[in-house]
């Protein structure tokens, strides 16, 4: 499964944005924004490399908040599949 992850604009040098998000840093083509530049500070959701949106800071921390949920659930599921 593919995720759009969303990160927040840190620098931006031509179409290449330094992108972060949880810690983790990320170069993101914004080929696909040139119709409306985003700008440092912007969040942006991530796919295969590519900024595909953008969004708000509320929005982007919704969408942490359910992938997250996702990451503990998963984690948990792995728990229960350890051998004894």
Same mark, same amino acid.
Request: aromatic fraction near 8%; charged fraction near 20%.
């Given at each position: @499964?593919? !995720?759009?992850? /969303?990160? %927040? +604009? %840190?620098? +931006?040098?031509?179409?290449?944005? %330094?992108?972060?998000?949880?810690?983790?840093?990320?170069?993101?083509? !914004?080929? @696909?924004? %040139?119709?409306?530049?985003?700008?440092?500070?912007? *969040?942006?959701?991530?796919?295969?490399?590519?900024?595909?949106?953008?969004?708000?800071?509320?929005?982007?921390?919704?969408?942490?908040?359910? *992938?997250?949920?996702?990451?503990?659930?998963?984690?948990?599921?792995? !728990?229960?599949? !350890? /051998?004894?």
């Amino acid at each position: @499964m593919c !995720l759009g992850i /969303p990160m %927040q +604009i %840190q620098s +931006i040098d031509g179409f290449v944005a %330094q992108c972060t998000a949880k810690g983790a840093q990320r170069e993101a083509n !914004l080929f @696909m924004l %040139q119709h409306e530049p985003p700008a440092v500070g912007d *969040y942006v959701v991530i796919h295969l490399g590519y900024a595909v949106n953008r969004i708000s800071e509320e929005d982007a921390a919704a969408a942490w908040e359910v *992938y997250d949920e996702m990451l503990a659930a998963d984690d948990a599921s792995a !728990l229960l599949r !350890l /051998p004894v």
